[in-house]
T-cell receptor
Framework: DAGVTQSPTHLIKTRGQHVTLRCSPI?????VSWYQQVLGQGPQFIFQ???????GRGNFPDRFSARQFPNYSSELNVNALLLGDSALYLC?????????????FGPGTRLTVT | GDSVTQMEGPVTLSEEAFLTINCTYT??????LFWYVQYPGEGLQLLLK?????DKGSNKGFEATYRKETTSFHLEKGSVQVSDSAVYFC??????????FGKGTKLSVKP
């Protein structure tokens, strides 16, 4: 069975640009969460979506936004990129939302902002 | 707010040595607790979990016991292998259903 997939694998952008990251959850999973992992740190929660609705949001600026599609895949958008946005962006899927405690992570998208 | 504190690394051990990675948490109530492992160049994998006090999670020779008295969830393994070299993250389930992670502990096992 396919796990969580993310695209692209790597991405290089310039300050001020916009980026879109994509995630496909495990088949049957309805919840997708996004995390940012800065080098040397633990992942930080950005968003959780369940059945196309936002169910949770971390402490990130409004430059970060996300959405979930009818097929449960998701996009994370970041506007006006800053150097500090350089990180590994992880997507995780689970069957339910806050009642499900097992999240499965994808390999991540490595974003470098220059 | 909820938080996780784990021992800083890196931790370097010889093969077959005993491993302990300390983890303590601050939270309202008794959240589910997890250990995740991240191998080089890969995403996070769930290693083990415990959902209530005194539960012991175990997997692949690793163990951790949910201690509410000391708000701890220390990771242990009796005999590490070179293949255990990775970064280990302690985490708790937050009120939004999200995971709250510690900063991670890098483990290097030498043959």
């Amino acid at each position: 069975d396919a796990g969580v997939t993310q695209s692209p694998t790597h991405l290089i952008k310039t300050r001020g640009q916009h980026v879109t990251l994509r995630c496909s959850p495990i088949s049957g999973h309805k919840s997708v969460s996004w995390y940012q992992q800065v080098l040397g740190q633990g992942p930080q929660f950005i968003f959780q979506y369940y059945e196309k609705e936002e169910r949770g949001r971390g402490n990130f600026p409004d430059r970060f936004s996300a959405r979930q599609f009818p097929n449960y895949s998701s996009e994370l958008n970041v506007n006006a990129l800053l150097l500090g946005d350089s990180a590994l962006y992880l997507c995780a899927s689970s069957f339910l939302d806050r009642d499900s405690y097992e999240q499965y992570f994808g390999p991540g998208t490595r974003l470098t902002v220059t | 707010g909820d938080s996780v504190t784990q021992m800083e690394g890196p931790v370097t051990l010889s093969e077959e040595a005993f491993l302990t990675i300390n983890c303590t948490y601050t939270a309202t109530g008794y959240p589910s607790l997890f250990w995740y492992v991240q191998y080089p160049g890969e995403g996070l994998q769930l290693l083990l979990k415990a959902t209530k006090a005194d539960d012991k999670g175990s997997n692949k020779g690793f163990e951790a016991t949910y201690r509410k008295e000391t708000t701890s969830f220390h990771l242990e393994k009796g005999s590490v292998q070179v293949s255990d070299s990775a970064v280990y993250f302690c985490a708790l389930k937050g009120s939004q259903g999200n995971l709250i992670f510690g900063k991670g502990t890098k483990l290097s096992v030498k043959p």
